[in-house]
């Protein structure tokens, strides 16, 4: 595989968030092709756990980054402070998670998460469970409308449901692009192409990406030890909303009250302290990597105070 097409989004900006110092022990939440494993690496941590629930990725890890100061571990980053403590690895220094589909699985045609490529519509990231093709030949309408919209934010989510519902049984990705793009009157040479709303959402439904995001901040809460950082990238404004919720909230920056509305009751300490700006990709970087084009990353630090939600996750 050639590593430099699969050098992950805002590299340079996730290392100087996470601030290494030589000798940590760092969690790379989503190692996919181990690009950040491999930078962190190279700026001197002690450790770092890779964490993926693709076995994949966990199978080729050893030679992507042939490396003794690295962990693998097949699991979900939800389960991150369930595993670290299982193995006496907690607190960690740093945690870096890259949300969504990898480039590995992207380029893939047999995973069935592009229709760049007709493949098997499986779209599976644990390769185990639904795939897309049971989901869409066996749900009804009004659940894949519901899925099209609440998770793809498709305006059209009922009519294309219904199309896809017309054209069963679909097994293939290039057949599903094309039921979207008649439903919703395609033109060839579209600025964007309306069938990937209805694959990111299909996506995010089987994975259950948004459950595992908001786990996974809990659980990163749970692992860092004061003083660590915590780095984000999404790419949609499903999943960065919950990133920018979560830091607001545990950072105690929260809506202050007005003369008609009390303000609420002082809640837990703060838990994350010097909460970063948004950074998006540079000119460069889009020019190198268009798949980056929506990339979001979001940094912060664990203060000393106790986790607000100290239950391990399940």
Known sequence: MDKASHLPVLLDEVVEGLAVVPGETLVDGTFGAGGYTRALLGRGAGRVIGFDRD???????????????????????????????????????????????????????????????????????????????????????AEIARVLKEYGEEPRARAVARAIVAARPLTRTAELAAVVRRALGYRQGQKSDPATRTFQAIRIHLNAEL??????????????????????????????????????????????????????????????EQVAKPVSPSEAELARNPRARSARLRTAVRTAAPAWDQEKAA
Request: charged residues 25%.
């Open 211 to 272: 459950d595992e995001l908001e786990q996974g901040l809990r659980a990163a809460e749970r692992s860092l030890r004061p003083g660590g950082r915590l780095a984000v990238v999404t790419f949609h404004s499903l999943e960065d909303r919950i990133v920018k919720r979560f830091l607001r909230t545990r950072s105690g920056a929260t809506p202050a009250g007005s003369r008609h509305r009390p303000m609420a009751a002082a809640g837990p300490a703060p838990t994350f």
């Open 55 to 141: 076995p994949d990725a966990i199978a080729k890890g050893p030679s992507l980054v042939p490396d003794p100061r690295l962990l693998l571990v097949q699991e979900r980053f939800s389960q991150m402070d369930r595993v670290l403590t299982e193995r006496g690895l907690l607190p960690v220094d740093g945690i870096a998670l890259d949300i969504g589909v990898s480039s590995m699985q992207l380029d893939q045609a047999d995973r069935g998460f592009s229709f760049s490529n007709d493949g098997p519509l499986d779209m599976r990231m644990s390769q185990s469970g639904t795939s897309a093709a049971d989901f869409l030949n066996h749900a009804d309408e």
